[in-house]
C-alpha cells in the first residue's frame, strides 16, 4: 500500500464522532451543575476543584481521542442494533447515579447541610485516583478499535480479540477504570454520603463486567482460548 491510499484508508474525524468524543465534557458540565444546584451555594472549593478537574479531564480525553481514534470515537457515538438489554438497563442506572444522583447527593451533604467532610488529604487521593482511572480506561480505549459504549458483538466490524495494552494483564481494564473511578468525587469533594451512590455503581460495574465476560466467551471467535491465557477479569488474583 502506498503512502496515499494509506492516509486515504484512516478513519477520518467526523462530526458525529467528535460528538461522541465530548460525551463526557458533557456529563461533567451535567454533574457540576447537579451538584452547585444541590449544594446552593457557589463557594465549594472542594466542588470546584473536582469539577474543574473533570472538565480538564474531559476536554483531553476528547482531544486525544479525536486525534488518535478518530474512527472508534465515531462508533461510539452511534446507536448500535444487537446491544443486549440489560445492557440497556445497567448503562442508564449507572448513569443516572454518575451523572444526577452521586453529585445530587454530594452537593446535599457537604453544601446545603454540611453533615459530612473528609478530611483535606482525601483531595490529593480523590485526585490521584481520577488520573490513574483516567489513564487506564484511556490506554484500554486506544488500544481496542472494538472498545464501544455498549455490550454486543460487532458482526458488522468484524470484531476480534484484543491482547494487547492493558489486555495483557485482565480482560476488562476499562471496567477497572470505572470502579475506581466511581470513588473520585466522594473523595475529592469529601462527601462520605456520595459513597453510597458510588458503591452502587461499583455493583453495577462488577454485574456489567460478569455479563460482558459470559457474552464474549459464548459468542465471540477466540475468547475462550484469550481467557484461559489471561485469566483474571479485573484484578489480577482476585478475579
Known sequence: MNKRSEIQARPRVTARGVIGALM???????????????AWKLNIVRGWIYFG????????????????????????????????TWDKILLLIYFILGLIVMPVVAGL??????????????????IAVYVFAFALTLWAMLS???????VRIQ????????????????????????LIGSLHLPFVIGSIYALIPAG???????????LEDKTLQEELNGYKEYAAKVKYRLFPGIW
Not at 67 to 80: D, I, Q, S, V, Y
Open 53 to 84: 478537574m473533570a472538565l480538564v479531564g474531559a476536554l483531553a480525553g476528547a482531544i486525544i481521542m479525536i486525534t488518535c481514534t478518530p474512527g472508534l470515537a465515531h462508533e461510539r457515538a452511534k446507536a448500535k442494533e444487537g446491544t443486549k
Open 24 to 38: 463526557s465534557l458533557r456529563a461533567a458540565i451535567i454533574g457540576g451543575v447537579c451538584f452547585f444546584l444541590a
Open 155 to 178: 458482526k458488522d466490524r468484524d470484531q476480534k480479540v484484543i491482547s494487547t495494552g492493558p489486555y495483557r494483564f485482565v480482560r476488562h481494564p476499562g471496567y477497572v477504570g470505572m
Open 200 to 210: 452502587v455503581m461499583i455493583i453495577l460495574a462488577i454485574t456489567r463486567t460478569y
Open 109 to 126: 451533604d457537604v453544601g446545603k447541610f454540611c453533615w459530612t467532610l473528609l478530611p483535606a488529604y482525601f483531595v490529593v487521593i480523590g
Open 144 to 150: 481496542n478499535p472494538f472498545f464501544e459504549s455498549t
